[in-house]
């Protein structure tokens, strides 16, 4: 099984800042089979990132990914009052699929 | 554009099984470009997959639940189901429905998702 292990647990930023989450996996992943995901309270996870680096639908230009084999970034540039939620990566490309363990992006 | 929506009882008695539907809008089930799956997420953790299902029937499931999940679809009803047997309190969560887009054999990340269902497990 791959572990994926994001960094930091919690990272407190304030709005116009940019924020920078990574991901390290414990054996490598095709690039093909990384995403990341954001969820705010109460909500379910959307995607925002597939393939390592291709936004999905709607996903606004401040989101990109970035990383190959076992470290990967998911990076926004401007941080807008919506974005402050927690971040996942999933790597789907080995079975058992797996998540990182969540990093909260909260308001400084 | 798809939506999924998952139904089920929201309180089980331990060594009960968890049933849960997952109904598909907007498309069918039938969809070959499509790879069903179940996620969950206990109470303020992270998420983990459960398994997941091909229209054709095609399952594979994660091997700390495999002795226990059963993932089946129902094409006259445009729904897949869950079913986890012998819940305990460590099968309390949030469990949710999700569909990875499939092209050429290559199958892509969970886009959309169902808003979830809360299941507890207590006597």
């Known amino acids: 099984e791959i572990v994926l292990t994001q960094s930091p647990g919690t990272l407190s930023l304030s709005p116009g800042e940019r924020a920078t989450v990574s991901c390290r996996a414990s054996?490598?992943?095709?690039?093909?089979?990384l995403a990341w995901y954001q969820q705010r309270p109460g909500q379910a996870p959307r995607l925002l990132i597939y393939?390592?680096?291709f936004r999905a639908a709607g996903i606004p230009h401040r989101f990109s990914g970035s990383g190959s084999g076992t470290d990967f970034t998911l990076t926004i540039s401007r941080l807008e009052p919506e974005d402050f939620a927690v971040y996942y990566c999933h790597q789907y490309g080995s079975s058992p699929q797996t998540f990182g363990q969540g990093t909260k992006l909260e308001i400084k | 554009q798809l939506q999924l929506q998952e139904s089920g009882p929201g309180l089980v008695k331990p060594s009960e099984t968890l049933s849960l539907t997952c109904t598909l809008s907007?498309?069918?089930?039938?969809?070959?470009?499509?790879?069903w799956g179940w996620i969950r997420q206990p109470p303020g953790k992270g998420l983990e997959w459960i398994g997941s299902?091909?229209?054709?029937?095609?399952?594979y499931y994660n091997p700390s639940l495999k002795s226990r999940v059963t993932i089946s679809v129902d094409t006259s009803k445009n729904q897949f189901s869950l079913k986890l047997t012998s819940v305990t309190a460590a099968d309390t969560a949030v469990y949710y429905c999700?569909?990875?887009?499939?092209?050429?054999?290559?199958?892509?990340?969970?886009?959309?998702w169902g808003q979830g269902t809360r299941v507890t497990v207590s006597s």
């Open positions: 393939g390592a680096s």
């Open positions: 907007y498309d069918s089930i039938s969809n070959s470009t499509y790879f």
């Open positions: 999700a569909g990875r887009y499939c092209d050429n054999g290559v199958c892509y990340a969970f886009d959309p």
């Open positions: 054996q490598s992943v095709s690039s093909t089979s």
């Open positions: 299902i091909f229209y054709s029937g095609s399952t």
